[in-house]
């Protein structure tokens, strides 16, 4: 192909380009009409970000989507955002910004591909099918240039996939290796089965822990679809702002963003509400995928023992199944999930800065980081809950 026809733009909004351009090269299997292999950059999450307020002006996520067309036809897009801070990513790079401005550098603001507040592995190089490396390639040399060109300090790709990782490191770019944890459905038929791969010990605490989750005096139910009603979102806009306030200091999602996803969304999500009484006293808020359920939002307002760990980890399970999914993704940190069938799982991250030392520097840093991962996910799994070949552990 010639690259002489290639053409790359930064679009300051969504509505600057059509949902079925942009879905094209977003989720390519979606066009038989089923889901795509995850929600989170089609063109209609994306658009909910945006049009709720989430982000653009004041929120320090200011978008700046890349796209790339030749001969008119859009090939590749990425979900790209100028950040002032590095809030909302879950991968970590404080340090790096302290490090590089107490050396008189200015980190902020950086160029982020990445989906705001939304810790999930998925393609964040979005190609259309058969443009595969001429049109990742057009996207990385494009952001990079746009930072070089405007003296941005760096450029990173947060939750890639490992493909995508692993091409952007033949690119030159900086590879980053985290570590979540996931459930994996091993063919299990129902709850019951997935317990009777694990020792013992685990699968009596399990039981022990879902019967005092289901001894709160409520209900739970999984809602999705045409099933969501406004005063769901109602009550778990009061949950969501008790965990943002904590955990952020102020909800990252605007209440704006729960009516537009009830609108445009309500087949790509699965909310478990916990009710006393016909009263919402908790909730988990999951996204569903092609293959994947992942796991978002949780909140209460009342706390009841163990009701967190069965809304967010074993109903997710339970739907997971029942939906023949291949896993659940629990989301961004948290070690008691490996007690749950969480097992640690890589992800994936790509990295430009513009100076040649600090880039240096990091590059020494990523190297011992990635040793550290893999040894920290080889020990945790090592501690898993899943029974071992020992006798003792079978019984």
Same mark, same amino acid.
């Given at each position: 192909?010639? $690259?002489?026809?290639?053409?790359?733009?930064?679009?300051?909004?969504?509505?600057?380009?059509?949902?079925?351009?942009?879905?094209?090269?977003?989720?390519?299997?979606?066009?038989?009409?089923?889901?795509?292999?995850?929600?989170?950059?089609?063109?209609?999450?994306?658009?909910?970000?945006?049009?709720?307020?989430?982000?653009?002006?004041?929120?320090?996520?200011?978008?700046?989507?890349?796209?790339?067309? /030749?001969?008119?036809?859009?090939?590749?897009?990425?979900?790209?955002?100028?950040?002032?801070?590095? /809030?909302?990513?879950?991968?970590?790079?404080?340090?790096?910004?302290?490090?590089?401005?107490?050396?008189?550098?200015?980190?902020?603001?950086?160029?982020?591909?990445?989906?705001?507040?939304?810790?999930?592995?998925?393609?964040?190089?979005?190609?259309?099918?058969?443009?595969?490396?001429?049109?990742?390639? *057009?996207?990385?040399?494009?952001?990079?240039?746009?930072?070089?060109?405007?003296?941005?300090?760096?450029?990173?790709?947060?939750?890639?996939?490992?493909?995508? &990782?692993?091409? =952007?490191?033949?690119?030159?770019?900086?590879?980053?290796?985290?570590? /979540?944890?996931?459930?994996?459905?091993?063919?299990?038929?129902?709850?019951?089965?997935?317990?009777?791969?694990?020792?013992?010990?685990?699968?009596?605490?399990?039981?022990?822990?879902? &019967?005092?989750?289901?001894?709160?005096?409520?209900?739970?139910?999984?809602?999705?679809?045409?099933?969501?009603?406004?005063?769901?979102?109602?009550?778990?806009?009061?949950?969501?702002?008790?965990?943002?306030?904590?955990?952020?200091?102020?909800?990252?999602?605007?209440?704006?963003?729960?009516?537009? *996803? $009830?609108?445009?969304?309500? @087949?790509?999500?699965?909310?478990?509400?916990?009710?006393?009484?016909?009263?919402?006293?908790?909730?988990?808020? @999951? !996204?569903?995928?092609?293959?994947?359920?992942?796991?978002?939002?949780? =909140?209460?307002?009342?706390?009841?023992?163990?009701?967190?760990?069965?809304?967010?980890?074993?109903?997710?399970?339970? !739907? *997971?199944?029942?939906?023949?999914?291949?896993?659940?993704?629990?989301?961004?940190?948290?070690?008691?999930?490996?007690?749950?069938?969480?097992?640690?799982?890589?992800?994936?991250?790509?990295?430009?800065?513009?100076?040649?030392?600090?880039?240096?520097?990091?590059?020494?840093?990523?190297?011992?980081?990635?040793?550290?991962?893999?040894?920290?996910?080889?020990?945790?799994?090592?501690?898993?809950?899943?029974?071992?070949?020992?006798?003792?552990?079978?019984?």
């Amino acid at each position: 192909m010639d $690259q002489a026809q290639i053409e790359v733009q930064v679009l300051g909004t969504l509505s600057q380009i059509s949902a079925a351009d942009w879905d094209a090269c977003a989720c390519p299997e979606a066009a038989d009409g089923g889901r795509p292999l995850d929600p989170f950059t089609t063109h209609r999450f994306l658009s909910a970000l945006e049009d709720s307020g989430s982000v653009g002006p004041g929120t320090g996520w200011q978008p700046q989507y890349l796209v790339t067309y /030749q001969d008119g036809m859009l090939i590749a897009a990425a979900p790209m955002y100028a950040k002032s801070h590095s /809030q909302g990513e879950y991968i970590f790079d404080h340090n790096w910004a302290h490090a590089y401005e107490n050396a008189g550098g200015r980190y902020y603001p950086k160029l982020q591909i990445a989906v705001p507040f939304t810790p999930a592995t998925g393609r964040r190089f979005l190609v259309r099918p058969g443009y595969e490396a001429l049109g990742m390639s *057009a996207l990385v040399q494009g952001a990079v240039q746009l930072a070089a060109d405007n003296r941005v300090s760096s450029v990173h790709a947060t939750f890639c996939t490992e493909e995508e &990782a692993l091409a =952007g490191k033949q690119m030159g770019l900086m590879l980053r290796e985290s570590q /979540q944890f996931h459930w994996l459905n091993d063919g299990y038929k129902d709850f019951d089965g997935f317990l009777s791969a694990l020792s013992s010990r685990k699968r009596k605490n399990i039981r022990k822990e879902r &019967a005092q989750a289901c001894d709160f005096g409520g209900d739970i139910r999984t809602l999705t679809g045409d099933d969501l009603r406004p005063e769901h979102w109602d009550a778990f806009w009061r949950f969501y702002q008790d965990t943002g306030a904590r955990k952020w200091g102020s909800p990252y999602l605007t209440r704006q963003f729960f009516d537009i *996803a $009830q609108e445009t969304m309500a @087949n790509d999500m699965a909310l478990v509400l916990a009710e006393r009484d016909g009263y919402p006293i908790a909730g988990a808020l @999951n !996204f569903i995928g092609r293959e994947t359920l992942f796991g978002r939002y949780w =909140g209460c307002v009342e706390h009841h023992a163990c009701l967190h760990f069965e809304l967010c980890y074993y109903r997710a399970i339970d !739907f *997971a199944i029942a939906q023949g999914l291949a896993r659940v993704e629990a989301g961004a940190q948290g070690e008691h999930k490996l007690a749950r069938g969480y097992l640690p799982t890589r992800t994936h991250s790509l990295h430009w800065v513009a100076d040649p030392g600090f880039a240096d520097a990091i590059k020494k840093y990523l190297d011992a980081e990635t040793h550290a991962v893999g040894q920290e996910i080889e020990i945790l799994t090592e501690y898993g809950p899943f029974r071992k070949s020992n006798p003792e552990e079978q019984q």
